[in-house]
């Protein structure tokens, strides 16, 4: 059996502690990497066996050579496809493009070397060499890296878990191409169906676990990123945007199984993953290179601006310790990424006797239970600062959805009641700002117009996202930080 099924209660909680899912962007890039290095290695290799090692007059020219055909060896690779999770698992199967890439771009230095007249100064029988040696190495470093792969998988440290959504005779022939597949790295841990007969507790050796609700619930717990929606489409007339708009508030990729009735009609629109056809309704945002990449930006500025800024947030801290009596900061809980509750950090702007944990009364202009430093802070967005200690944790970031308290409401109605895609705003972590607050959408929501327009902005920043567009909210805040505008 190649597919992992998930049965156990007891494996799962330890599964879930100790497995990483399979990030096919972060795997790619590692890949590239490992062909870097061993071709640009390679070609040292026979450079120091074959040419001499103290010709060292000439290896500068050789180094540049190499590099050359390293970046357009990589850049092919990843033209033809070679860097995609399909190509990585079955590395025999694309052995033929990898000889036909070296040869053509052997073929492209060559020439331009034999046009620019330096073709003499490097020797041939290198060349031939080291095209060998390192089609010889990156094929065997695809085969050790799907080794390596497959052993992490089976011992449950890096896996894919996936969710099916439909437990109908349709699904058979999902879970039968699962079972035939030797890709240890899915795991299918669950099937859900709102239509599904009690009496029918697995299917094919998977557990049906409930409802659609019990799989979002499954999903936010397992921190599950692949979804298949496998039902008759003949059964999907009239419901298939609703399973679709209950499933988008999951930062997770959601996909579409067609059944054979409409194969022909689709197969040219047809996205083939783990061997299956499959059409991508939502895809997961922030995934891969680019979590990386937004992790790394905000933990390195973050904690630079902690640094910078510690002396003005001592500064806060006294002020508040003379201004009124109680602690220095308030810990709010507020919904975070996944729609999973996180501690938010403020440095405290109220009466100690009247804070609001769950914000079920929002603060409003000349609000008595505003302390007089405190609405200075307030008035300037400082007392948001002690947020870095929530980037660097991990738990926030600095550019994303502003998380709101428990209870917030917008015209007397919870902000998630007025507001259909509100949960939408979860699929990434919240921020310390956002597109929201720069663009004029912060403070009270004392109407219904207002949180609906800061969650269209909200929606508009997570599929809009680049590390740009965060460094560009970031310059408009320091404009907005000390306006007093929608902030008391």
Request: glycine share 8%.
């Amino acid at each position: 059996m190649s597919v992992f099924i998930d049965k156990s209660p007891s494996f799962a909680a330890c599964s879930e502690q100790r497995s990483r899912n399979l990030s096919e962007g972060i795997l790619a890039g590692l890949v590239a990497f490992l062909d870097a290095i061993l071709i640009f290695g390679s070609g040292l290799l026979v450079f120091f066996i074959y040419v001499d090692a103290r010709e060292t007059d000439v290896l500068p020219g050789y180094v540049v050579a190499l590099t050359m055909l390293t970046y357009l060896v990589a850049q092919a690779f990843y033209v033809a496809g070679l860097y995609d999770f399909s190509a990585i698992r079955s590395p025999a199967q694309q052995l033929g493009k990898i000889i036909a890439i070296f040869l053509v771009v052997i073929f492209v230095l060559v020439t331009a070397a034999f046009f620019l007249k330096i073709s003499e100064d490097f020797s041939r029988v290198w060349l031939l060499a080291t095209s060998v040696s390192a089609i010889v190495m990156v094929f065997i470093g695809r085969g050790a890296t799907v080794r390596v792969l497959r052993m992490l998988a089976k011992r449950g440290y890096l896996t894919r878990n996936i969710l099916i959504y439909g437990a109908t005779t349709e699904i058979q022939r999902v879970l039968e191409h699962f079972r035939r597949a030797d890709e240890p790295w899915n795991v299918v841990s669950g099937i859900f169906d709102d239509r599904r007969s009690e009496a029918v507790t697995e299917l094919n050796g998977v557990v049906v676990r409930g409802d659609l609700q019990d799989l979002i619930s499954h999903a936010r717990m397992k921190r599950v990123e692949e979804i298949i929606v496998a039902l008759p489409w003949a059964s999907l007339h009239g419901r298939i945007q609703e399973i679709f708009q209950e499933l988008s508030v999951l930062p997770a990729n959601v996909r579409l199984c067609p059944d054979h009735t409409v194969m022909g009609i689709l197969s040219r629109s047809i996205d083939y993953r783990y061997g299956l056809p499959l059409i991508g309704v939502l895809d997961k945002p922030m995934s891969g290179w680019h979590a990386v990449v937004k992790r790394a930006f905000d933990f390195c500025v973050s904690g630079a601006m902690l640094l910078l800024l510690s002396p003005l947030m001592g500064a806060i801290m006294i002020g508040i310790k003379l201004d009124s009596h109680g602690p220095v900061f308030f810990r709010q809980r507020r919904y975070g990424f996944n729609n999973e509750l996180i501690e938010v950090w403020k440095y405290r702007t109220m009466k100690a006797d009247q804070q609001d944990a769950d914000a079920e009364r929002l603060a409003t202009p000349d609000d008595p239970r505003v302390t007089r430093f405190g609405s200075l802070l307030r008035k300037t967005s400082l007392d948001e600062l002690p947020q870095l200690y929530n980037v660097v944790a991990g738990s926030m970031s600095l550019v994303g959805p502003r998380p709101h308290a428990l209870k917030a409401k917008a015209g007397g109605e919870l902000y998630e009641h007025v507001v259909g895609e509100y949960a939408k705003r979860h699929r990434v972590k919240p921020g310390i700002t956002g597109w929201a607050q720069v663009n004029g959408w912060r403070g009270e929501t004392d109407t219904e117009e207002k949180i609906i327009k800061r969650v269209e902005h909200d929606l508009y920043y997570i599929d809009n996202w680049s590390i740009w567009l965060d460094i560009r909210i970031l310059l408009r805040t320091l404009g907005v930080f000390y306006s007093q505008e929608n902030a008391y």
